[in-house]
């Protein structure tokens, strides 16, 4: 029997998850970047934000810390690639192997504890919120917000040349448009919103760990895919949806993995699943339908063969 809270457990991972996703989805999808340095900056916005509390900071600021410093871890990858001329994979990977000693050298140690802490959380029940409600509504808040703000960015004459840097980079440099500076600012927004989730996940958990953020590209990947797949990207609003929808929908599928019965460490096996299963749907179909039709002509084929034999004998 599944408990309703489980299912409530699954919807604020999921959307709290989104605002990753969403950060994923500027780097994969508008700019076309393969940026690896999410698996660095959510750790890093966890790291920040863990420390800050811990000493005693306001978990407030402490959470609005973190996305200004994922926006230069972001930035740094951006400048390795368009200044230094790293290709954009090694530029995330080199960005993301020094984030580790960057994030250890934050937290001090490899893990925070947070349970005995206030934040964000506590200070929304301290406001009147009811404690089981307090973390489905700042996540609601947050990927709603997180979304709505994306979505009036990317159809700004900015984020229209943003978005024309990921679709044809000759082009829009023939128009006068800086297509580094694109990069790099595309790059440092993504991580900044990958920060954020790190850092809010961090207080939700009740903990910080170095290694969080390992995976954590494959999953927001796998959202951006799987929302994809299912609501069509015509337009910035719906692809933005899909998104939030499409990380949802994941967490769900993980929690499902869970009561099957797989192993906790077998998650990141089941998250590549979903990915390749994801990516190869379109071949899938594609395969289903050229057998269908093949059928249907070999079925038609066949009748006609019969009727032909019919009207000779």
């Given at each position: 029997m599944i408990s309703l809270g489980a299912l409530s457990g699954a919807l604020e991972q999921g959307l709290v998850y989104a605002v990753m996703a969403l950060g994923v989805y500027i780097t994969f999808r508008v700019l076309n970047f393969p940026d690896l340095t999410v698996d660095g900056s959510f750790p890093l916005g966890a790291a920040i934000a863990a420390r800050l509390i811990y000493t005693g900071g306001d978990p407030v600021v402490a959470t609005l810390v973190a996305p200004v410093l994922g926006f230069v871890a972001g930035a740094t990858t951006g400048v390795l690639n368009t200044k230094l001329k790293i290709s954009g994979l090694l530029a995330g990977i080199l960005t993301m192997t020094a984030l580790y000693s960057v994030n250890l050298r934050i937290m001090g140690r490899a893990n925070i504890p947070l349970l005995r802490s206030a934040t964000v959380l506590t200070t929304l029940t301290g406001l009147g919120v009811p404690g089981g409600c307090a973390a489905l509504i700042l996540?609601?808040?947050?990927?709603?917000?997180?979304?709505?703000?994306?979505?009036?960015?990317?159809?700004?004459?900015?984020?229209?040349?943003?978005?024309?840097?990921?679709?044809?980079?000759?082009?829009?440099?023939?128009l006068g448009v800086n297509t580094d500076s694109m990069k790099i600012i595309g790059l440092g927004l993504s991580n900044a919103l990958v920060a954020l989730c790190g850092a809010m996940v961090a207080q939700y958990q009740g903990f910080a760990d170095i290694g969080m953020g390992i995976g954590m590209v494959v999953a927001g990947l796998a959202s951006v895919i799987i929302g994809g797949a299912i609501i069509a990207?015509?337009?910035?609003?719906?692809?933005?949806?899909?998104?939030?929808?499409?990380?949802?929908?994941?967490?769900?599928?993980?929690?499902?993995?869970?009561?099957?019965?797989?192993?906790?460490?077998?998650?990141?096996?089941?998250?590549?699943?979903?990915?390749?299963?994801?990516?190869?749907?379109?071949?899938i179909r594609r395969t289903l339908g050229m057998e269908r039709r093949r059928a249907l002509g070999h079925g038609k084929a066949e009748a006609s063969s019969e009727n032909v034999f019919a009207r000779n004998h």
């Open positions: 996540f609601s808040v947050t990927a709603l917000v997180a979304k709505l703000l994306l979505d009036a960015f990317l159809r700004t004459e900015f984020g229209l040349a943003l978005r024309a840097t990921g679709d044809n980079e000759v082009m829009i440099r023939s990207p015509s337009s910035t609003g719906l692809a933005t949806f899909g998104v939030v929808a499409g990380s949802v929908i994941y967490r769900f599928a993980v929690f499902v993995a869970l009561r099957l019965g797989f192993a906790p460490t077998d998650l990141k096996i089941v998250t590549a699943a979903l990915v390749v299963i994801a990516l190869s749907g379109p071949v």
